[in-house]
């Protein structure tokens, strides 16, 4: 990374107002984050509060049928059951160490908002989420969670009344009450510094999924596979494994129904480049850039935008990306359940549905890493809802 550009993606496209925070947690990022108070703090609560490290489990039956190696990093079974409380542990400790008294938050799912408001809450700031009128009703169990946790839920009427009215809201609020909030974004998305340090702070999944492997296999994975929604679970293990050329990694993004013209979140291999929440990335957009709808089976993957790096290590041929659709993901969380005894999240089965797909292509020696990024009980209704629209 340079000037906070990967290649040619990311940078800060902000007002002006903006940029006095976001050079003040530049700081921050540069003077506290690496010194041994945080980083003590921070190793302490990610083994004590948050559950780690989570174990590496080599998945014995599907792999006999497989006809290669497959094996989980098992991000379903940290403290709210996903990757995402690594993140806004560190940023909330990060924001508590700068002086902030709130943490601020947009959600889409709801899955962002009650990590940041669990990470709040232990370290006694306040939390503040906006989230689409929308999504306020769709996700009611989310919201009472964030409730229940102390934050604040504010349900944004404008526009669509999805997420990214409420990213609007959030920037908003952000302007006017920046010396004592700090804005915790959810994925290695945003302005600079953000991709940056979302990416450190979930890069400990990558560090002990490699430690792990090695521990367990005296080698590295052939190949690691995660799913692309704003790329962080993706991010966090590939990064670790970026150096290691023996390594294939490869990013799933969410093709939708996967017909033609349809809604869906592929944005690498579908989007094109324009600036969105602050950064230059590729998203979805019309031919005058108004952002397009998405849509996923898995609210997670359900974003329009997608982090610069991802763009860059797919521009220099670093990271694969390719498509699962929603059947596909829906058949791979059912297959994980009943061969397994473990029930995925949705985002997390369109990695897992990627791994299926390489039956019979794979020597029976390869090894195939895939990021579990959260347990799939959250996805229950969805997953009956779509069996029954498609009479399964
Ligand atoms: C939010 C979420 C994702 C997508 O976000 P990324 O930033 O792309 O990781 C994936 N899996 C789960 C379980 C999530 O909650």
Request: charged share 20%.
């Amino acid at each position: 990374m340079k000037n906070g550009y990967f290649g040619e993606f990311g940078g800060r496209f902000v007002p002006e107002i903006l940029m006095p925070p976001l050079l003040e947690l530049e700081e921050a990022i540069r003077d506290m984050l690496p010194g041994r108070d945080f980083q003590d703090r921070f190793q302490a609560l990610l083994r004590n509060f948050v559950g780690r490290p989570t174990p590496l489990t080599r998945l014995a039956n599907l792999s006999r049928e497989l006809g290669f190696e497959l094996w989980l990093k098992r991000e379903d079974l940290a403290h709210t059951g996903a990757h995402k409380i690594n993140n806004t542990v560190g940023q909330a400790l990060l924001a508590k160490q700068m002086g902030k008294q709130c943490l601020l938050a947009e959600t889409g799912a709801g899955q962002h908002g009650v990590a940041t408001a669990t990470a709040a809450a232990l370290l006694g700031l306040d939390c503040l989420v906006y989230m689409g009128a929308k999504d306020v009703h769709r996700q009611q169990i989310n919201v009472r969670r964030m409730e229940l946790l102390g934050a604040r839920v504010v349900p944004v009427e404008a526009s669509t009344q999805t997420l990214k009215d409420a990213i609007n809201q959030a920037l908003r609020h952000w302007i006017k009450e920046q010396d004592t909030t700090h804005y915790c974004i959810g994925s290695v998305v945003g302005p600079h510094p953000f991709p940056g340090l979302v990416r450190d702070l979930q890069a400990v999944i990558g560090r002990e999924a490699r430690a792990q492997f090695q521990e367990q296999t005296g080698t590295l994975p052939d190949q690691v596979l995660a799913c692309v929604g704003g790329g962080s679970n993706a991010m966090g293990i590939f990064h670790p494994f970026v150096d290691d050329q023996s390594v294939g990694l490869t990013g799933i993004e969410a093709a939708g129904r996967g017909t033609p013209g349809c809604y869906h979140s592929a944005t690498v291999n579908q989007g094109s480049p324009g600036v969105l929440q602050g950064t230059k990335t590729y998203l979805l957009q019309t031919e005058d850039g108004q952002i397009l709808p998405s849509h996923s089976v898995a609210p997670g993957l359900d974003y329009p935008g997608v982090g610069p790096e991802h763009v860059h290590l797919q521009q220099s041929g670093r990271v694969a990306f390719v498509q699962v659709n929603d059947r596909q993901a829906v058949e791979a969380f059912q297959c994980l359940c009943r061969k397994e005894g473990i029930i995925p999240a949705l985002e997390s089965s369109h990695a897992l549905a990627h791994a299926l797909s390489l039956k019979g292509s794979l020597s029976s020696e390869t090894q195939v890493l895939v990021n579990l990024s959260g347990r799939g009980d959250k996805d229950l209704d969805i997953v009956s809802e779509y069996c029954s629209m498609e009479g399964n």
